[in-house]
């Protein structure tokens, strides 16, 4: 499994587990020279947070990229050169774009001159946290209905143990093609963690599960164009359910952490101080810190989408549903706990303006796939929040620049001091932000104050 350890908390044995998990090895250079596992040409169905990274990534490592997105607004946006990216993307983007390597589409059939076809679309919940499968089930219809013999088709969106066997092996079946031989169908999760450079995609292995072993080698060649380590899983099934597990695992992490604050705020303890010294232990412990509650596109949903299954076979998860259960509830403390900061130097919600910021991922992921109400600083200053407090006034202002806070001190004069709370989830809004607010409600500087 190379040098690369499992990130699990088995007391140090993980090295007697490795002999589990199987990497891919790519074949050797074909007769002649070349690269065996080099595929000339992938189409990326779907360009939002996690398709235009991968696009991007196989920039200069394929040939043509053909990137289709149903959304001309977002193609533009795309063709423009401004879609929120990091700066290397930014930067690689344009040169892709300046190349000619990267053709943009609305068109669906254009799969069609494809070698591979990556399918990156939302697998967003509804309102009652029910999957809402409309954009992935629209995806792989259209894929299975234009793909060709020869082509191998993965699925990365986070679904159900079952999707793609359901939504592309099936349907493929149906028009004559032999999966395994005719086309090689796959799912491989996706593994991008938006704006953090720390995590940059050439590192982070990737797991792949076909529906044969051929498919499952077919996926790994294409994958391994984006990553240097792909391990092959047993089935599709397989894959699906570990991006569940990952999500799902975050999910309960971040939600004991909420709670441990909770419980650490009744015993006047600091329960960011408590988290490092818990994770010096080299064994035994993986620890989340407390915040305002859990936002993006993954981990307020993709939970869901397991409870979902089991609940269509008679079956429960109990400790996962008091996780999403605490984890709804959570932008609820946020509002409550603002009142006890103002509260402890005798002020009052009543009249007091809150300020929220923090929100540009938000607004950033909103843009591409997922809504700004799986924000928790969105939810937080929701009208909802602080209905009990009627005489408060909540104001998200998404647009600050990091690299800049002084823009904090400046966008609304009128909170004065003794008469406003500023939520920010990061550290450097919230120290400008105390330059005119009497109270910092902060998720990273002020985390062991509000959340104690």
Known sequence: MSQRSLSLAVNGREYQLTSRLKLYQAPGPPPGGGDGAVTSS????????????????LHG??????????????????????????????VELGAALADGSLEL??????V????????????????????????????????????????????????????TRELLAEPLRRRGLRVGTDVFVAFCPERIDPGNLDHLQRETPRVVGGITPACTERAAAVIGQLTDAVYLLSSPEAAEATKLYENIFRAVSLALANEFADACGALNLDPVEITLAAGTKPYGFLGALPGPGVGGHCIPCDPHY????????????????????????RPSRVAERAAEVLAAQGRT????????????????????????????????????????????????????????????????????????????????IASAASLRSSVVLSASVSRSTFFR
């Open 349 to 428: 919600l009543t009249g007091a303006a809150v300020i929220v910021v923090g929100l540009h991922a938000g607004i950033w992921l909103g843009s591409l796939c997922c809504r700004h109400a799986n924000t928790p600083v969105a939810k937080a200053a929701g009208v909802s929040r602080f209905r009990a407090f009627p005489t408060a006034r909540a104001s998200i202002h998404p647009r600050i620049v990091p690299n800049s806070p002084c823009k904090v001190a400046s966008i609304s004069p009128r909170f004065g001091p003794g008469r406003s709370v500023i939520f920010s989830t990061s550290a450097r």
């Open 306 to 329: 397991l409870l979902w299954q089991l609940s269509k076979q008679g079956q429960r998860s109990p400790l996962i549903e008091q996780t999403m259960k605490s984890i709804s509830e």
């Open 42 to 57: 992938v189409a990326i169905v779907g360009l939002g947070y996690v398709g235009l990274p991968t696009a991007i990534a």
């Open 112 to 163: 069609k001159a494809a070698d591979a076809v990556i399918i990156c679309v939302p697998t967003p919940v509804d309102g009652q946290y029910v999957p809402d499968l409309a954009a992935l089930r629209g995806a792989c219809a259209s894929v299975a209905a234009h793909a060709r013999p020869g082509q191998t088709v993965i699925l990365t969106s986070t679904t159900y143990a079952g999707t």
């Open 61 to 90: 490592r394929c040939e043509r990229i053909i990137g289709i997105d149903l959304s001309q607004q977002r193609l533009a946006q795309i063709a423009a050169g401004s879609a929120d990216l990091t700066g290397p993307d930014q």
């Open 105 to 110: 589409t609305a068109d669906p059939t254009a």
